[in-house]
């Protein structure tokens, strides 16, 4: 302050000192000014009334420093010249910051800019702790999400924030300024290494600001902000309030594990969009999915209903057999992202180049099997993390194209879905949609019109190519019945049945219709 600098100050004592915090200024001459004192006083005098002895000197000293005064500036000329050597070494020795203003200067100044600089620091801390107050409040007010919680802190910090859960695993986090990987660098043995009675403390060696979230007995994670330096209490509004909003947060979800099936499902969203993206990797890397120097396999898991009828795709169904999924990834210690897209529960497992990763798949799914009935699509395997997207659609591509009637095989693979699995990815061609419509429109129209059964009697016919018998059986009808109806779907189209060229054409569109369907 220029008013300070006019006055050429010296600090004689208690350099180390320097950086405690000034709340107010008191002008006095007592010596025993000391018990009206508050942490964080600064005292201005000019000594006049001050003691001579060195005990006394000593004695003023400790008084001080007993009240934590912020420290002791003394004007020279009116009654010393130069400050006792006494008073020098007595607060020195307690670290208390001793200054000689050398010309004369009005304490009145000083103390109204001292006074005006605190209040207006006071009045911009206000200020700030009423902007924190109210971006939290709106926050809970529109029940938001973690993603946009973060964001709050990102901004109002000015630093990077990471959220973890209570394996020291990164959920989600927020760059700052500085260099994102370096502060994530090794995180789980890092953050492992640091532990804290408290609900907030500071980690000056990793310059972590740590907030717990949740009770200490029963905590589900911790918010971390980056904070080189001591963070003002400020900082640690933010981050408590922060956790305040997570927690709310948490409490409004339904699904204790939401905050991971989020981020696993935002991330293999990510990998089928763009395999490549560095930050999309190290993302994953941090959920626990290694992505160097591995191999890949997606999988599809479509729940089915054990009884006939029933809604295979409810939310209940779907949401067990993602728990039943992720049981059993922990319980073959396999590295996995699993997430619902499209009411599909969908995992991508990451292993080691010399695992058996074949034999672990299907580990995995005879878990899974043993308790819903489902359908597991598998996409081939990987070795690049670039390759991500297509073993997961391949996985997807598998697992559409299986027959609802398959049934024998645990696993499905692009092998052994054939002409199913071409259709399936034809499914959306406008060709396709024409040839079925025109192969089998005047079956389907007869049938609607009529009451018919001509569909399935042709379906019948084409499933049991050998024996008209067995097809006849197939859909309880005499032959006489049988070959009545196959006389009347060739008038009606027009073709003959034995021809193998149109059971194939007849084929091929049932089998679309089907896909389509």
Not at 152 to 160: D, P, T
Not at 349 to 375: N, Q
Request: glycine content about 6%.
């Amino acid at each position: 302050m220029p008013v300070l600098r006019a006055a050429g100050p010296e600090v004689l004592a208690g350099k180390s000192g320097l950086d405690r915090q000034v709340r107010w200024v008191h002008t006095t001459e007592l010596a025993d000014i000391a018990p009206l004192l508050r942490g964080g006083d600064l005292v201005l005098s000019t000594g006049i009334a001050f003691p001579d002895t060195a005990e006394e000197l000593d004695a003023l000293a400790r008084s001080l420093d007993d009240s934590d005064a912020a420290g002791l500036l003394i004007e020279l000329g009116r009654r010393w010249t130069s400050v006792p050597a006494p008073l020098v070494t007595a607060c020195e020795r307690l670290t208390l910051p001793l200054i000689a203003l050398t010309r004369e200067v009005r304490f009145a100044a000083i103390t109204q800019t001292v006074g005006e600089r605190i209040v207006d620091e006071q009045l911009t801390e206000l200020r700030e702790a009423e902007r924190v107050h109210d971006t939290f409040t709106a926050l809970s007010m529109e029940e938001a999400g973690p993603d946009e919680i973060l964001a709050a802190v990102q901004r109002l910090a000015g630093a990077a924030v990471v959220l973890e859960d209570e394996q020291h695993r990164v959920l989600d986090y927020r760059a700052g300024p500085g260099d994102i990987a370096g502060f994530l660098a090794d995180w789980q043995s890092r953050s492992r290494a640091v532990e804290h009675a408290e609900r907030t403390t500071w980690d000056a060696t990793n310059g972590w600001l740590i907030t717990r979230l949740g009770k200490r007995d029963a905590g589900w994670g911790r918010l971390i902000v980056q904070a080189p330096a001591t963070p003002p209490q400020r900082l640690t509004v933010v981050a408590e309030r922060a956790a305040a909003a997570l927690a709310m947060h948490r409490l409004q979800d339904r699904h204790r594990d939401s905050l991971v099936r989020r981020t696993h499902q935002e991330l293999l969203l990510g990998l089928l969009a763009d395999p490549t993206d560095p930050d999309l990797l190290r993302r994953c890397e941090l959920s626990g999915l290694p992505t160097t120097k591995r191999t890949f396999v997606g999988l599809a898991i479509r729940p089915r209903p054990r009884t006939a009828g029933q809604d295979s795709l409810t939310p209940s169904l779907v949401d067990d057999v993602l728990a039943s999924v992720v049981h059993a990834v922990h319980g073959t210690r396999t590295s996995a992202l699993v997430g619902e897209i499209d009411r599909d529960v969908r995992v991508l497992l990451s292993f080691a180049p010399s695992a058996r990763h074949e034999r672990a798949v299907e580990k995995l799914a005879a878990r899974v099997a043993d308790r819903h009935t489902v359908v597991i699509g598998a996409g081939r395997a990987v070795n690049k993390a670039a390759h991500i997207d297509r073993t997961l659609r391949e996985s997807q591509h598998v697992v559409e194209s299986v027959h609802a009637s398959a049934g024998g095989r645990l696993v499905h693979r692009l092998e052994d879905v054939h002409l199913r699995g071409l259709l399936t990815m034809l499914g959306e061609d406008e060709r396709v949609h024409a040839f079925v419509t025109r192969e089998l429109d005047a079956l389907k129209e007869h049938d609607e019109d009529n009451g018919g059964d001509l569909l399935v009697v042709l379906r019948a016919l084409l499933e049991h190519p050998t024996s008209k018998s067995d097809a006849a059986a197939a859909v309880h009808l005499s032959r006489a019945a049988f070959y009545d109806r196959l006389a009347k779907i060739e008038r009606l189209l027009g073709v003959d049945l034995d021809d193998p060229d149109i059971r194939v054409s007849l084929h091929v569109a049932l089998l679309a219709d089907e896909v389509a369907r």
